[in-house]
């Protein structure tokens, strides 16, 4: 295969002016706090390349493979910015001792099978892209010895297996999928490289277009989903960090755009994870449910033009305080951070935005900084990583989460194994959503999500008619729905159900604040905020407190029931969340002529039919 003419090293991800900006001193305090901590940081590593890392949990490896890298990156950016030969040459000295791992993968090792070409994972796809940014960085300064065993790990431990997994006939699971993070940390990585070596190895040649078909599949499924990612934040700072990592070094080794790169839908998509993130709190569903700004996103956000997120990623960055976490985060933040002020963007508000083709939802009173916030969760439970969650939210006041459903923790043997939906985490008992005669909705279901206005009020529209399948005698539904209206300083939530027999709905919400119940209300009391809960309901009900068992070894969260007493074919339930400790008294009436929902001694009355919509006239 022939070699393509390619810009000269460096020529990734970190453009040379990137790199040569590093000499000059931080000009805001974040940016000053990074440098601080990551010179005082990379002295620890000077002394040996092997560290202690924690075998008896899962993915060993790949942790271990994400502790390599920061280290590597965290060294050269030491280097560029100190010119201090110590730092060089502790990166060579690491790079050298991958070399020597006897496994690069957890899974192989757990299988026993040390063979480099048994599988090409996340581990892999990982530690290929930290050689790539070695080489790239270093190449210049390398001996010809260190030369001939870096070109013999990539070839061998990375490159050659990429090969045997990424052909026609035996290409892994991930190649060419359009909804896994596997796919663009396995090919990113090997692209990287491949980019990287390409003049140095035949393998390099080989593997670049087939990192290149891998990925279509994954960008393009952007574009049905108006950027939005259905494996949720966590997996979108996972997935994304090696598509962007990649498709970064595309352009500048070949110093031509990108067709997937410059694609409204990636833009659109470095929106998602904000919208899903109020003052930085992630409000995703199903595993992994983690987000933070890293610094991929400011390197890709101002290569692209978007600007205007630079202040929203500051903000949140600055709320949480900057550290590593599983990757390089200080070392790329003084690469990639733009060093200048950014104008806003323009405030929403009120802020509704529905993610067409995943159906997930956002409202609030506006974005950025709302006062309040739900994120609500639609589309199917047929998704990577993806829970029995359907008709749950997320619920914030002000800073900070007071209603949340309760994620995966650490993962176990269970969590990716044929048991998974026997954790409780994963199931529709743990969310914020409506159960009927003690179960919400099935696997393999999903519910119409629209957007409405119920005159004045923005809201948000979810039928689970289907969802919530059968039961003795066939389907328990003739109507299940559940209604998110922006309703003066508050969202209201109202449920309508109608059975085909006698049943006992059940609206469920969790929280980690101190709860102080009524006879039908609650007040919330958060770390900073406060809030309270009116319910309502057109049978007789009950609000019941509890607190779950969790699947992990940590303390439980708090739970609210507003159940029925007794069994009925048709109910309305309705929940007022609003900020401050006072709750207002909640009304609801049903008849055959549609619900009618009031608050207070005030004129604050909502009229909908009774499957939730606006009435005529």
């Known amino acids: 295969m022939t070699t393509m003419a390619l810009q000269p090293h460096p020529r990734l991800y970190a453009a040379t002016e990137q790199i040569d900006r590093l000499r000059k001193a931080p000009n805001s305090p974040l940016l000053k706090q990074a440098q601080q901590r990551l010179l005082a940081t990379v002295d620890g590593y000077l002394a040996s390349p092997d560290f202690d890392w924690k075998l008896n949990t899962h993915n060993a490896h790949l942790l271990r493979a994400r502790t390599m890298q920061t280290r590597v990156v965290s060294l050269l950016v030491a280097w560029r910015m100190t010119s201090d030969e110590r730092y060089r040459q502790a990166a060579v000295e690491h790079v050298l001792a991958m070399g020597d791992w006897e496994y690069w993968s957890w899974i192989t090792w757990r299988q026993d099978n040390a063979d480099p070409l048994a599988i090409f994972d996340l581990s892999y796809g990982e530690n290929a892209a930290t050689l790539a940014i070695a080489w790239d960085w270093l190449v210049d300064t390398l001996t010809p010895t260190q030369r001939k065993h870096f070109v013999r790990i990539a070839r061998d431990r990375a490159l050659r297996p990429f090969l045997a997994h990424s052909g026609r006939r035996n290409a892994a699971f991930w190649f060419g999928r359009p909804d896994s993070n596997w796919n663009t940390v396995c090919a990113g990585g090997a692209g990287m490289l491949a980019l990287a070596m390409h003049e140095e190895l035949s393998e390099a040649r080989r593997a670049l277009p087939r990192a290149e078909a891998s990925f279509i599949p994954y960008m393009e499924e952007l574009r049905a989903t108006d950027g939005g990612w259905t494996e949720g934040l966590g997996y979108w700072n996972y997935g994304m960090r090696y598509a962007f990592m990649y498709l970064l070094s595309h352009e500048r080794a070949t110093g031509q755009r990108h067709p997937l790169l410059r694609q409204k839908a990636t833009r659109q998509t470095l929106s998602f994870p904000i919208d899903l993130a109020p003052h930085g709190i992630s409000c995703g569903f199903g595993d992994a449910n983690s987000w933070k700004p890293m610094p991929f996103h400011y390197a890709t956000a101002v290569h692209l033009g978007c600007d205007e997120l630079i202040p929203r990623l500051d903000t949140m960055l600055e709320s949480r305080g900057i550290q590593d976490g599983g990757w390089p985060d200080l070392a790329e933040l003084l690469l990639f951070h733009p060093r200048k002020r950014s104008k806003a963007g323009k405030i929403q508000k009120p802020a509704r935005k529905l993610y067409r083709g995943m159906d997930w939802g956002v409202l609030a009173d506006q974005l950025p900084d709302s006062g309040i916030y739900a994120a609500i969760r639609g589309g199917t439970t047929e998704v990577p990583h993806g829970h029995r969650d359907l008709l749950s939210f997320w619920g914030v006041i002000g800073d900070e989460a007071l209603i949340e459903n309760l994620g995966v923790g650490p993962y176990l043997d269970t969590t990716f194994g044929p048991r998974r ?191 939730l919509t606006a009435p005529r006239g």
């Open 421 to 611: 939906y026997e954790l409780f985490e994963t199931m529709p008992a743990s969310k914020n959503t409506l159960l009927i005669n003690g179960v919400g909705v099935t696997g393999n279901s999903t519910v119409k999500t629209r957007t409405i206005d119920i005159g004045p009020h923005a809201g948000i529209r979810l039928e689970a008619t289907d969802a919530m399948g059968t039961m003795r005698d066939g389907p328990v539904c003739k109507f299940c729905g559940r209604l998110f209206l922006l309703w003066g300083d508050g969202i209201l939530i109202v449920d309508r159900v109608e059975m085909a027999q006698f049943g006992r709905p059940e609206a469920r919400f969790h929280t980690r604040a101190d709860i102080t119940r009524r006879t039908a209300s609650a007040t919330l009391k958060g770390e900073r905020q406060r809030g309270a809960m009116s319910f309502a309901a057109d049978v007789p009900s009950v609000l019941h407190e509890g607190v779950v068992t969790p699947t992990g070894a940590d303390q439980g969260a708090g739970v609210l029931r507003w159940c029925t007493k007794d069994l009925h074919r048709q109910v309305t339930l309705a929940t007022l969340l609003t900020p401050g400790a006072r709750a207002a008294r909640l009304h609801v009436v049903s008849s055959g002529h549609g619900i009618e929902v009031a608050a207070g001694t005030s004129t604050r009355r909502l009229k909908l039919t009774n499957h």
